[in-house]
C-alpha cells in the first residue's frame, strides 16, 4: 500500500468517512478486496457513486494505462468489504457491461469531469463495477434447496425415531424409510449434479480466486455422494438393522451435510445472488 493510500485510509476511519485533500467533500468509500495473488485483504480509497441500491466505482487509475490492482481483484474473487462513512458491509463487485457502462461512465463524467479526462488520457475503455450489498436474503434460491434437503432429512430421522421406539408397524416403516432416503437422496444428488455441471464450471470461468472454495465443495460433494450410497445401502435394509445404528449413521450424515450447506452459503450464496440473474440476462 503506497503512503499516501494509508493516509487517506488512516483518515477516513479517524473521522468517520470524512478526508481533505482532493477528496474533500467527495463520496469517499474503502473497498476491501482479496489479492489474487498474495490471497491478502487489499483496501482502496476510492471515489463513489449511489446507483439504486447498489454502488458504483471506477477503475479510472487516473486516466493511467493499465487496470489498477484492486480491479483485478475483484475480476478474481468478486467479494468485497465496504466501508462508507461509519458503516461497514459485505458486498459482491460486478463490473457493468456495454452500452449500462457507457451510459453510468458518461454520467460520471458529467458530474465530475476529472473523468471524462481520464478516458481521454488512455486508450482501455475504464471498468464501471457495481457493488451489490449483501442483505440477509443471501444466496435466496440456494438456501431454499438447502432447507429443503434439511425438512426431508428431518421426516427420515423422525422415521428412524420410530423405528427404534417400535411404535410403527417394522415392513411398513421400511418401505417408507426406503421411499425417504430415495427422495431426499435423489434431490441432493440432483443440486449436486447441477453445481458440478453448471454453477461451478461458469464461477471458475469468471472468478478464478474462488477456486479454492469451489475446489473444497467438489471435495465435500465427493464424501457426500459415498455417505449417500451408505444411507441407501444401510436403509434397503432397515428393517434388520439396529435401529441405534441407523440413526447415528443418519446423524453423522446429516451435521456434514448441515457444515457443507453453511460453508456453501456463506462462501457463495451472495456472489450467487447477484450473479444469477446476469447470467439469465444473458
Known amino acids: ?13 479517524a473521522n468517520g468517512g470524512r478526508v ?13 478486496s482479496t489479492g489474487r495473488k498474495s490471497g491478502a485483504p ?17 477503475a479510472s487509475n487516473a486516466g493511467g494505462p493499465h487496470h489498477p490492482a484492486w480491479y483485478h481483484n475483484i475480476r478474481a474473487d468478486p467479494r ?19 452500452e449500462e457502462r457507457d451510459r453510468l461512465y458518461a454520467l460520471r463524467s458529467e458530474l465530475v469531469p476529472v473523468f471524462a479526462e ?4 488512455t486508450e482501455r475503455v475504464i471498468p464501471v463495477v457495481a457493488v451489490h450489498r449483501v442483505g440477509r436474503a443471501v444466496g435466496t434460491q440456494l438456501a431454499r434447496i438447502h432447507d429443503d434437503l434439511r425438512a426431508r432429512l428431518a421426516d427420515l430421522r423422525a422415521d428412524v425415531d420410530a423405528l427404534s421406539k417400535g411404535t410403527r408397524d417394522v415392513p ?8 425417504h432416503c430415495v427422495s431426499v437422496c435423489g434431490v441432493l444428488g440432483e443440486h449436486h449434479d447441477n453445481e458440478e455441471g453448471r454453477a461451478f464450471p461458469r464461477l471458475e470461468a469468471q472468478f478464478p480466486g474462488l477456486a479454492p472454495v469451489i475446489g473444497r465443495l467438489r471435495r465435500e460433494h465427493a464424501a457426500v455422494t459415498e455417505n449417500r450410497r451408505g ?32 460453508y456453501e452459503e456463506e462462501q457463495l450464496g451472495a456472489v450467487l445472488d447477484v450473479v444469477v440473474p446476469l447470467w439469465r440476462k444473458g
Open 231 to 262: 444411507l441407501q445401502a444401510m436403509l434397503d435394509d432397515a428393517g434388520s438393522r439396529d435401529p441405534d445404528a441407523v440413526r447415528t449413521e443418519l446423524d453423522r450424515m446429516t451435521a456434514e451435510l448441515d457444515a457443507h450447506f453453511a
Open 118 to 121: 481520464y478516458q481521454r488520457q
Open 172 to 179: 411398513d416403516l421400511a418401505r417408507q424409510l426406503r421411499e
Open 20 to 32: 481533505g485533500g482532493r477528496f474533500e467533500g467527495a463520496d469517499l468509500l474503502l473497498l476491501t
Open 1 to 13: 500500500m503506497s503512503d499516501w493510500n494509508r493516509q487517506v485510509i488512516e483518515e477516513f476511519r
Open 80 to 98: 468485497v468489504t465496504v466501508e462508507a462513512g461509519t458503516e461497514t458491509f459485505d458486498g459482491v463487485a460486478i463490473p457493468v457491461e456495454g
Open 42 to 58: 487489499h483496501t482502496t480509497p476510492l471515489g463513489s457513486m449511489a446507483d439504486g441500491d447498489r454502488l458504483l466505482v471506477f
